[in-house]
């Protein structure tokens, strides 16, 4: 299986078809196999929606003529379409109204770039960096931490960015949606999210 896409975004829907948070491919098979979750596939202008067994012999037959944009992984004897929204058959949870201070949610708000350098990184060689450091009271908060490589956050210590003369390429806030959710609806592969985002599109 391809971890790529084993990690790729899926939009999930509560019992009443309001999105409620992007979680992986891995966690949304999970959900799928254990009957709490069925997915929502967008086919000729409808969505339909699919058990997880319905799902697999979807997929066999999408296999066949793969369509531009579809992703699939390899399972036990088949090759299984990776779903791009699923809904929670047994959850009833509304839409969270603020968003989760995280570093999967900040590295996603900072587009996986660090604020000094300005160069793209993986993830593992990213870091979180206090803007105005802890020891000089600097707050733990969306508005004074960014994403940071490693070098320039070896670079630029415990101090501020004046201290350090080094330049901020943007300052740090608060967003207003799930940066997972608006940085995935630019990609056309989540066109179909659009319909269920309509605060977000």
Same mark, same amino acid.
């Not at 409620?20 to 339909?48: K, M, N, P, W």
């Not at 697999?56 to 793969?66: G, H, R, T, V, W």
């Given at each position: 299986?391809?971890?790529?896409?084993?990690?790729?975004?899926?939009?999930?829907?509560?019992?009443?078809?309001?999105?409620?948070?992007?979680?992986?491919?891995?966690?949304?098979?999970?959900?799928?196999?254990?009957?709490?979750?069925?997915?929502?596939?967008?086919?000729?202008?409808?969505?339909?929606?699919?058990?997880?067994?319905?799902?697999?012999?979807?997929?066999? $037959?999408?296999?066949?003529?793969?369509?531009? !944009?579809?992703?699939?992984? &390899? *399972?036990?004897?088949?090759?299984?379409?990776? =779903?791009?929204?699923?809904?929670?058959?047994?959850?009833?949870?509304?839409?969270?109204?603020?968003?989760?201070?995280?570093?999967?949610?900040?590295?996603?708000?900072?587009?996986?770039?660090?604020?000094?350098?300005?160069?793209?990184?993986?993830?593992?060689?990213?870091?979180?960096?206090?803007?105005?450091?802890?020891?000089?009271?600097?707050?733990?908060?969306?508005?004074?931490?960014?994403?940071?490589? $490693?070098?320039?956050?070896?670079?630029?210590? !415990?101090?501020?960015?004046? &201290? *350090?003369?080094?330049?901020?390429?943007?300052? =740090?806030?608060?967003?207003?949606?799930?940066?997972?959710?608006?940085?995935?609806?630019?990609?056309?592969?989540?066109?179909?999210?659009?319909?269920?985002?309509?605060?977000?599109?």
């Amino acid at each position: 299986m391809s971890q790529s896409l084993l990690d790729s975004h899926v939009l999930i829907l509560n019992r009443f078809y309001m999105a409620i948070r992007v979680v992986d491919v891995r966690r949304t098979l999970t959900l799928l196999y254990r009957q709490c979750a069925e997915v929502i596939s967008h086919e000729a202008g409808q969505f339909i929606s699919y058990d997880f067994d319905s799902w697999c012999e979807m997929s066999q $037959l999408n296999a066949i003529e793969k369509q531009p !944009g579809d992703d699939f992984i &390899q *399972a036990v004897g088949f090759e299984m379409q990776v =779903p791009r929204i699923a809904r929670l058959t047994r959850f009833d949870r509304m839409p969270m109204q603020t968003v989760r201070f995280n570093r999967k949610n900040l590295f996603a708000r900072d587009e996986h770039t660090c604020q000094y350098c300005g160069k793209d990184y993986p993830t593992h060689k990213l870091s979180l960096d206090h803007v105005v450091p802890r020891s000089q009271g600097g707050p733990t908060t969306w508005e004074n931490i960014v994403a940071c490589c $490693l070098r320039c956050n070896s670079r630029k210590g !415990g101090r501020t960015p004046k &201290q *350090a003369g080094m330049k901020l390429r943007t300052k =740090p806030a608060k967003p207003r949606f799930n940066p997972l959710v608006t940085h995935s609806v630019n990609d056309p592969r989540y066109d179909c999210w659009k319909t269920f985002l309509p605060a977000a599109g």
